[in-house]
């Protein structure tokens, strides 16, 4: 299978807390990204990070990628309410067919 | 920039009929992918087009079909509907493959 799978499924944290989400893959990929989404709404893109980066940080977001262990994990530190979301990876996997293939998503809940 | 537009945002329809979703872009974005979402399946890819040609599929029947204009919308077509066909049906434009998506808000099929 070509799609990252998240860890866990679920989480539930209270507010300032830091959440971690890991993504594991099997394939060499092009790039992965982290997306957002809430109940029953669109997608939004978090962070993008190539094959060939290490760590990347945006606002309060941090992604980690770990080729040598086709792994990913994306830290929220600080957690809010307005984090309570779906949070998936979606990774570009390297030849073969070029598409963006999701994984079934981490469903984080933070509690005021 | 205008984001990504998907209408309608509802639809109810009957077994048999058939259905066409449609998706405008951001502007300047000539890539525009085509995702069905349900819960027990997840995300799932159903093709991309590129400058008004399909350029990947992914694993759906021949009911599902799709076409882009040359400003770059897009519409998905659904042809002799199924129970199962009832999803979240999300579009995402980008720049050009491997690039960041940006999603619209979805359209809600509701196969009764």
């Known amino acids: 299978s070509q799609q990252g799978e998240e860890d866990p499924q679920a989480l539930s944290i209270q507010e300032g807390e830091n959440a971690t989400m890991n993504c594991s893959y099997k394939t060499s990929i092009n790039n992965l990204q982290w997306y957002r989404q809430n109940s029953g709404r669109g997608l939004v893109h978090l962070i993008l990070?190539?094959?060939?980066?290490r760590e990347k940080h945006s606002g309060r977001l941090r992604v980690t990628l770990d080729t040598s262990k086709k792994s990913s994990s994306l830290l929220i530190t600080a957690s809010r309410a307005a984090d309570t979301a779906s949070y998936f990876c979606?990774?570009?996997?390297?030849?073969?067919?070029?598409?963006?293939?999701f994984g079934k998503g981490t469903k984080l809940t933070v509690n005021p | 920039k205008a984001g990504v537009t998907q209408t309608p945002r509802y639809l109810i329809k009957t077994r048999g009929q058939q259905v066409t979703l449609s998706c405008s872009p951001i502007?300047?974005?000539?890539?525009v992918s085509w995702y069905q979402q349900t819960p027990g399946q997840g995300l799932q890819f159903l093709f991309e087009y590129f400058s008004e040609t399909q350029r990947n599929k992914g694993n759906f029947p021949g009911r599902f079909s799709g076409r882009q204009f040359s400003n770059s919308r897009s519409e998905m077509n659904v042809s002799t509907l199924e129970l199962g066909d009832s999803a979240l049906y999300l579009c995402?434009?980008?720049?050009?493959?491997?690039?960041?998506?940006?999603f619209g808000p979805g359209t809600r099929l509701t196969v009764l």
């Open positions: 995402a434009s980008s720049y050009d493959k491997y690039n960041e998506q940006f």
């Open positions: 990070i190539r094959s060939n980066e």
């Open positions: 979606g990774l570009f996997p390297q030849g073969g067919s070029e598409k963006l293939v």
């Open positions: 502007s300047g974005h000539r890539s």
